[in-house]
T-cell receptor, first 116, second 114 residues
Framework: DQQVKQNSPSLSVQEGRISILNCDYT??????FLWYKKYPAEGPTFLIS?????DKNEDGRFTVFLNKSAKHLSLHIVPSQPGDSAVYFC???????????????FGKGTLLTVNP | GAGVSQSPSNKVTEKGKDVELRCDPI?????LYWYRQSLGQGLEFLIY????????KSGLPSDRFSAERTGGSVSTLTIQRTQQEDSAVYLC????????????FGPGTRLTVT
């Protein structure tokens, strides 16, 4: 039972264009969402996050949108750069809902390739 | 400052042998987490430490897996009688106690069981 789903295993975009990575979740207890970026042979690094009380969070070229009613979030990267090529993981936490608020539940990741 | 470090970076072992994986968290981070990433899968939660105690071991796949943490710092994940399905990248993360949503990951140990 996958609670966080990234249905696109890969995405290829041209440099300068927008990259949109999608993530869906099923657990209504999730109230905090994160995106991690992972290069080969390295651990995931935190990129951006959003609380369920917001619907948008922006940090430079990266924006995360949250649609709670659809249980869907997306990460927009604009403009995309070749250095953005990596695996992007969506993760969720039940931060204020009680229970296992320390546990991150991850999707399987999307490999983004930005072509020069 | 120094990030989370893990050793070894790669480990190849024969089926049935025991292995120990080590994690050095960021100094001052009282919370420590172990995750596993099997081929083509997302990161799977294994165990969580708060200080030296492990209030949640629910993610450990079997009783062949155990972990300990001493001095509120270094943690060791031990897999006994390794099986081929244990082959994966084992990732350790740490965080400040009440900031579990900001987990910092190490580079991982790639375990291959032949």
């Amino acid at each position: 039972d996958q609670q966080v789903k990234q249905n696109s295993p890969s995405l290829s975009v041209q440099e300068g264009r927008i990259s949109i990575l999608n993530c869906d979740y099923t657990n209504s207890m999730f109230d905090y969402f994160l995106w991690y970026k992972k290069y080969p042979a390295e651990g995931p690094t935190f990129l951006i996050s959003i609380s369920s009380i917001k619907d948008k969070n922006e940090d430079g070229r990266f924006t995360v949108f949250l649609n709670k009613s659809a249980k869907h979030l997306s990460l927009h990267i604009v403009p995309s750069q070749p250095g953005d090529s990596a695996v992007y993981f969506c993760a969720a936490s039940a931060l204020r809902s009680g229970g296992s608020n320390y546990k991150l539940t991850f999707g399987k990741g999307t490999l983004l390739t930005v072509n020069p | 400052g120094a990030g989370v470090s893990q050793s070894p970076s790669n480990k190849v072992t024969e089926k049935g042998k025991d292995v120990e994986l080590r994690c050095d968290p960021i100094s001052g981070h009282t919370a420590l987490y172990w995750y596993r990433q099997s081929l083509g899968q997302g990161l799977e939660f294994l165990i969580y430490f708060q200080g030296n105690s492990a209030p949640d071991k629910s993610g450990l796949p079997s009783d062949r897996f155990s972990a300990e943490r001493t001095g509120g710092s270094v943690s060791t994940l031990t897999i006994q009688r390794t099986q081929q399905e244990d082959s994966a990248v084992y990732l350790c993360a740490s965080s400040l106690m009440f900031r579990s949503y900001e987990q910092y990951f190490g580079p991982g140990t790639r375990l291959t069981v032949t």
